[in-house]
């Protein structure tokens, strides 16, 4: 456990390797690093893409928020994209350090394009490259987002991504996803030549650009959790550009899980705490626990939306009888009943004694063998239990 803070701590305060000797001497830390990082790597990246992609956002409650929390004649908008920069230091020799030379930090950088849904959850993360041979609209590109990208969202991008749209067409054509068109964007409205923007042109660009820098706070708040991607505190020291990916897709993940919690004000129970236990093993993935959950949508009318996002939720509505739905003001969220719950232990099962304490490996009541969970013996709220489970065993 401490190695796994450790590791985390490193993303955390931007620290170098030999930074870390604060904790441990810089080749132990090394050498876990090493094991963690680099003999995962592949595994890790696909761990942490899958995650992203699937665990925090769907299409459904991307349109039905955006109906709640989006601007007038924004509420089809879903997605944000744009590219984050970070200063580095790459730190391999053999490099040629001409090739990561950025023209906004006038020195090296590298650049990853990062696709946020309404709800500022990061979803899609590309590949990080060299900031000097790679602008946003080809990053885009090579982030196939025609296998991604749904019918039903609206993806809103500034700068030259503009330019990168019929080409991003022609490959959703290829991929036999025609039914993405110009209507799957939105962008500012570009002035021509000789011909200036009307009153209504300027208003729209002006709440286009208010609107769309929220993922500019989605960024700052990276940068103020992980010092390692805040290029106000120096730069990022790397010395292979995927790993540096695959450590912004983790503390990507790890603010995904701290927003949805802060959200939904998810309470802490048994079941969270059971990675800090002896022998804990994770579920059987197979065990889909998203079954178990009901989402309650309230919804009152579907206005200022495209006609096919409007088509499509209803349509969803209608495939899903199992779900409940209710008609009020233009809000979404998950209700929890039992916020207050109290739980109550079943039996004692084993016992460790550590000195003069001891920890008892108990089983809650209603709640199956995957939640059993170690505990003090101070923190029970009953005693007399533990004083029947230490008589049946002649203690």
Request: proline share 2%; glycine share 4%; aromatic share 14%.
């Amino acid at each position: 456990m401490e190695k796994g803070l450790l590791i985390l701590y490193h993303l955390i305060s931007g620290n170098s390797i030999r930074d870390m000797e604060d904790y441990m001497p810089s080749t132990s830390f090394y050498e876990i690093y090493k094991q963690f990082w680099n003999n995962n790597k592949n595994e890790l990246n696909r761990i942490f893409t899958d995650l992203l992609e699937n665990m925090f956002s769907t299409t459904p409650i991307r349109i039905i928020n955006a109906l709640k929390i989006n601007p007038l004649g924004f509420k089809n908008q879903t997605l944000f994209i744009d590219g984050h920069d970070s200063r580095v230091d790459y730190l391999k020799k053999d490099i040629d350090g001409k090739k990561f030379y950025s023209y906004k930090f006038k020195k090296s950088g590298v650049r990853t394009q990062v696709v946020y849904d309404i709800n500022e959850f990061a979803i899609y993360v590309s590949e990080s490259k060299p900031c000097k041979n790679f602008n946003d609209g080809q990053m885009f590109l090579n982030m196939k987002l025609e296998n991604k990208l749904n019918e039903y969202d609206c993806l809103a991008f500034d700068g030259g991504y503009y330019y990168y749209i019929d080409k991003f067409l022609e490959n959703c054509d290829k991929k036999g996803n025609d039914k993405i068109n110009n209507s799957n964007f939105m962008f500012p409205i570009r002035k021509k030549i000789n011909e200036d923007l009307t009153e209504d042109e300027k208003l729209y660009n002006e709440t286009f650009g208010s609107f769309r820098s929220k993922i500019e706070g989605c960024f700052g708040h990276l940068g103020n959790k992980f010092k390692r991607y805040n290029n106000n505190e120096g730069s990022c020291k790397i010395t292979d550009i995927k790993l540096y990916n695959i450590q912004l897709k983790l503390s990507l993940l790890l603010l995904n899980i701290q927003r949805f919690c802060n959200l939904y004000s998810i309470p802490l129970k048994p079941s969270h705490l059971l990675w800090a236990n002896d022998n804990f093993n994770y579920p059987n993935p197979k065990n889909n626990l998203i079954d178990n959950i009901i989402y309650k949508f309230d919804i009152l009318k579907l206005t200022e939306m495209s006609n096919r996002q409007s088509e499509f939720i209803n349509n969803y509505f209608d495939c899903n009888e199992n779900q409940t739905i209710r008609l009020n003001e233009i809000e979404m969220g998950i209700e929890n009943d039992d916020d207050d719950e109290n739980f109550e232990v079943e039996k004692i099962l084993d016992h460790r004694k550590f000195k003069k304490r001891i920890k008892f490996l108990i089983k809650w009541k209603n709640y199956d063998e995957t939640y059993n969970e170690w505990i003090w013996q101070e923190d029970f709220n009953e005693a007399f239990i533990i004083d029947e489970y230490l008589a049946s065993i002649n203690f």
